[in-house]
């Protein structure tokens, strides 16, 4: 089960740290990920973090504002947000790649098999 929280509203330029409980099975997965979606749009990558932690990657639309991190002991992964804009306002998702066994980076909706519920987060003006 994963279970993601941290959101809110916030003024744009300002900071967030999302957090996903994923225990188990499910954090041991090959890669871990944050994916977004806005009213009316489809579900987007956000971030993605191998199990190891060795390898991340970033939608270009993040990449120097986002970090995302894990914390294998406390089976946590989170997603820091800084300098959050209007377009960063969405559900936010976390999600697991269990099938996936090579290959990097992952990035895909349909490479992620395990979703938790999402948290909104509102950047307003």
């Known amino acids: 089960v994963q279970l993601a929280s941290g959101g809110g509203l916030v003024q744009a330029g300002g900071s967030l740290r999302l957090s996903c409980v994923a225990s188990?099975?499910?954090?041991?997965?090959?890669?871990l990920g944050w994916f977004r979606q806005a009213p009316g749009k489809e579900r987007e990558f956000v971030a993605a973090i191998k199990w190891s932690g060795s390898n991340t990657h970033y939608a270009d639309s993040v990449k120097g504002r986002f970090t995302i991190s894990r914390d294998n002991d406390k089976e946590l992964l989170y997603l820091q947000m800084n300098d959050l804009n209007i377009e960063d306002t969405a559900v936010y998702y976390c999600a697991a790649a269990n099938r996936v066994v090579s290959g990097w980076p992952v990035t895909a909706v349909n490479m992620f098999d395990s979703w938790g519920q999402g948290t909104q987060v509102t950047v307003s003006s």
């Open positions: 188990g099975p499910i954090f041991s997965s090959y890669a």
